[in-house]
């Protein structure tokens, strides 16, 4: 097809509706039914301990350490194929690349198990490597499609578009998960039991029944994450322009161009100090906002006392929704808000409600409670992410340049999240405790509100 004029309407919404397809990675694998489904694994253990690369970990642990590792891969390749993408003029297609590793790793998850930890570790390591590593070359995109004024809003478009897409696919899921029967799960027991055993036993043997559906329909929903994925994300890769190759061969000095030009852009934020201290305060806090994210309900999975194993499955999945719906507003309000008050000021409060919801987190203990906290987290998480990203479009300089720009700021938040999710994992695995790690990452809000305040308020 002919290709779209920057600005254009069509061309804008396709690019938005990449949120739509991807961010079910992001609810359903990152965010609900994995870590519930994570968590069962363990159910029967005393300890949740597991063995895994000639060591033990307990189970949080293990799994926030893979997740550092797999940004720390992001944060390398992504300036490297970012140089390639610039050369050949189609990051498109590395976009396409990523998308179609993290569906398969999504996939992949159905045969998810301890006996077999390390391959399963790596289709996890996949739909993670594949969601992020698409978001390099998406979010790429921007400044080539949108004018600045139409940045904010089409960011926040983007966002919205994606709770509410994955939203649509959890519903589906939570359904499969809390209602088994209703989709051909088999939760039926013997006729023997039923005729010879006592009302318990029948009770207990229906619940074991419906347990094992139920898990059985967690693993379908990650494949109905990876075809949604997959599938959705076609209509952008229609629309979005391939780009202008520079010709010739990929040679050594072209794969490493990436790594230089992260170089170049280092050299010129000494001429942009409103751009560097804000990279700057967007790495501090950054680094927080998607610790918590990413661990959230392994947090509430383990420090929160839901019941029984039902209670829990509904209580942290409807917790995610809630965020999800609440997240559609936050994003809208925040955007109206940084056209009021401007980017800035409006991250600082973010950042200083991020900073109270940690303190928060680390006394509550009951569902209800938990249900306030996840109120609150999507009110300023859809804000952060669509403004953050929005906010870095505008500082940029007049260049043609941007992909080698958005590489820098995604290498800033993957090395963030690197060292963020080590810090975690590691006050978890040596105190035992959920709760003091989340405490910890105050300090990063703080640290944020500071370097926020330094961000001066002109191009200098």
């Not at 809630?322 to 925040?334: D, P, R, S, Y």
């Not at 109120?375 to 505008?394: D, I, N």
Request: contains cysteine; positive net charge; hydrophobic residues 50%.
């Amino acid at each position: 097809m002919n290709q779209l004029q920057k600005g254009n309407k069509k061309l804008l919404n396709a690019w938005a509706f990449y949120d739509w397809a991807n961010s079910v990675y992001t609810l359903t694998i990152a965010s609900s039914i994995f870590p519930i489904f994570y968590s069962a694994l363990f159910v029967s253990q005393v300890e949740k301990n597991v063995s895994a690369f000639g060591m033990v970990f307990k189970s949080t642990a293990l799994i926030t350490y893979v997740t550092a590792f797999t940004f720390l891969i992001v944060a390398i390749l992504s300036p490297i194929l970012s140089g390639i993408a610039d050369y050949v003029g189609n990051k498109k297609t590395f976009m396409k690349f990523f998308c179609y590793v993290g569906g398969l790793g999504c996939i992949g998850l159905y045969w998810f198990s301890l006996e077999s930890i390390h391959t399963s570790l790596l289709f996890y390591f996949m739909g993670l490597i594949g969601y992020w590593g698409s978001l390099v070359f998406y979010n790429s995109y921007l400044p080539d499609i949108a004018f600045p004024e139409q940045q904010d809003r089409i960011s926040a478009k983007g966002f919205s578009m994606g709770y509410l897409g994955s939203v649509l696919l959890l519903v589906l899921n939570l359904a499969m998960v809390m209602y088994p029967n209703w989709f051909g799960f088999d939760i039926s027991i013997s006729k023997t039991l039923l005729e010879t055993g006592t009302e318990t036993e029948i009770t207990d043997a229906l619940q074991t029944a419906k347990n094992s559906a139920s898990f059985a329909a967690m693993r379908i929903s990650f494949i109905t994450v990876g075809l949604w994925w997959i599938i959705f994300s076609q209509y952008t890769f229609y629309i979005l322009p391939k780009g202008v190759s520079k010709g010739g061969k990929v040679t050594k000095d072209v794969v490493f161009n990436g790594l230089k030009e992260l170089k170049q852009v280092w050299l010129q934020l000494n001429q942009n100090l409103r751009l560097k201290r804000y990279l700057v305060a967007f790495f501090v806090f950054s680094m927080a906002v998607q610790t918590i994210m990413l661990v959230a309900v392994y947090f509430g999975e383990e420090e929160i006392a839901w019941g029984d194993a039902d209670a829990k499955t509904f209580g942290l999945i409807s917790s995610i929704l809630i965020i999800q719906v609440v997240a559609i507003l936050g994003a809208f309000l925040t955007s109206r808000a940084s056209t009021k008050f401007g980017n800035i000021k409006t991250l600082i409060v973010i950042n200083f409600f991020w900073m109270l919801l940690c303190f928060y987190a680390y006394f509550m203990e009951t569902p209800f409670q938990f249900y306030i906290a996840a109120g609150f987290v999507g009110l300023v998480m859809g804000g952060v992410q669509s403004l953050a990203r929005s906010t870095y479009s505008k500082f940029l300089p007049e260049t043609e340049d941007t992909t080698s720009y958005f590489s820098f700021y995604d290498v800033a938040e993957k090395i963030g999240i690197v060292i963020g999710m080590v810090i975690f994992a590691t006050i978890d695995q040596v105190t035992g405790s959920m709760r003091n790690a989340i405490l910890f990452l105050v300090v990063f809000f703080v640290a944020g509100i500071a370097l926020l305040f330094r961000v001066p308020k002109a191009k200098i």
